[in-house]
């Protein structure tokens, strides 16, 4: 039995609420059990310097968790002068996922930021900030749209990412903060509404695990993702139809 009483191809409740910045293009606070993201899209009218000039536009992401976030406070790394590597890392992977679904031509020289702030962390904040941020972008972009700033969307697809992980219950989906902490494996994988594979992250804790665990695996996280492309074409329709 896993600690929260779910079964292994059980999600945590997800909840994406938009509109919570009032004064970004887009917004979305995501909730996948007791960890709470708020992602912010921010469209700028620049691009970086190596894109000036090249009629592309550029979508990147900026990641970081409040000081009480977790069960014990953290220091702000704006505090310590500089960002963790771990920061770094994940901040990457967002952007990476998100530009995975967008025509860069189709935006123009235009920017997008995705800042996503983790409230309360127990477990998968990464794949959490990838889910919200798509949504806080769509929402952007259709304001764009709308405004007849851009002739279509260019988006490419949804894109949305989930963990799971090896634990003493077998695989089982979407690990929270205890499962997470003691798993002989964890993986987390970032795959598109059309089936498609853009990341996938796999560490094994303990010893090395098979393909037989690793394909096991890559099916939970197919069911995973099919709540959340559901939980996040909801929230979109939700905010257009207000």
């Given at each position: 039995?896993?600690?929260?009483?779910?079964?292994?191809?059980?999600?945590?409740?997800?909840?994406?609420?938009?509109?919570?910045?009032?004064?970004?293009?887009?917004?979305?606070?995501?909730?996948?059990?007791?960890?709470?993201?708020?992602?912010?899209?921010?469209?700028?009218?620049?691009?970086?310097?190596?894109?000036?000039?090249?009629?592309?536009?550029?979508?990147?992401a900026e990641y970081g968790m409040l000081p009480?976030?977790t069960h014990t406070r953290g220091s702000r790394?704006?505090?310590?002068?500089?960002?963790?590597?771990?920061?770094?890392?994940?901040?990457?992977?967002?952007?990476?996922?998100?530009?995975?679904?967008?025509?860069?031509?189709?935006?123009?020289?235009?920017?997008?930021?995705?800042?996503?702030?983790?409230?309360?962390?127990?477990?998968?904040?990464?794949?959490?900030?990838?889910?919200?941020?798509?949504?806080?972008?769509?929402?952007?972009?259709?304001?764009?749209?709308?405004?007849?700033?851009?002739?279509?969307?260019?988006?490419?697809?949804?894109?949305?990412?989930?963990?799971?992980?090896?634990?003493?219950?077998?695989?089982?989906?979407?690990?929270?903060?205890?499962?997470?902490?003691?798993?002989a494996a964890d993986t987390n994988f970032v795959?598109?509404?059309?089936?498609?594979?853009?990341?996938?992250?796999?560490?094994?804790?303990?010893?090395?695990?098979?393909?037989?665990?690793?394909?096991?695996?890559?099916?939970?996280?197919?069911?995973?993702?099919?709540?959340?492309?559901?939980?996040?074409?909801?929230?979109?329709?939700?905010?257009?139809?207000?």
């Amino acid at each position: 039995m896993r600690p929260s009483g779910r079964q292994p191809n059980q999600m945590r409740p997800v909840t994406i609420e938009t509109g919570f910045a009032h004064h970004a293009e887009g917004s979305a606070l995501i909730r996948v059990g007791g960890t709470e993201v708020l992602c912010v899209a921010s469209v700028e009218n620049r691009v970086p310097p190596f894109l000036r000039g090249k009629g592309t536009g550029w979508v990147t992401a900026e990641y970081g968790m409040l000081p009480r976030a977790t069960h014990t406070r953290g220091s702000r790394e704006a505090a310590k002068g500089k960002q963790s590597g771990r920061t770094q890392e994940i901040q990457r992977l967002i952007g990476r996922s998100l530009r995975s679904v967008v025509d860069l031509a189709a935006l123009g020289e235009m920017s997008i930021t995705l800042d996503c702030d983790v409230l309360n962390a127990d477990g998968g904040t990464r794949c959490a900030s990838i889910t919200g941020a798509w949504v806080a972008m769509r929402l952007a972009l259709g304001q764009l749209v709308a405004k007849n700033v851009l002739s279509h969307m260019p988006l490419r697809g949804q894109v949305a990412a989930v963990s799971c992980g090896l634990t003493k219950a077998g695989p089982v989906l979407d690990l929270d903060y205890e499962e997470d902490s003691a798993a002989a494996a964890d993986t987390n994988f970032v795959l598109t509404a059309d089936r498609r594979i853009v990341e996938i992250q796999g560490t094994a804790e303990e010893s090395p695990f098979t393909e037989d665990a690793f394909n096991d695996l890559f099916a939970l996280a197919r069911t995973g993702v099919s709540v959340l492309f559901d939980a996040q074409t909801l929230a979109v329709e939700t905010a257009e139809n207000r």
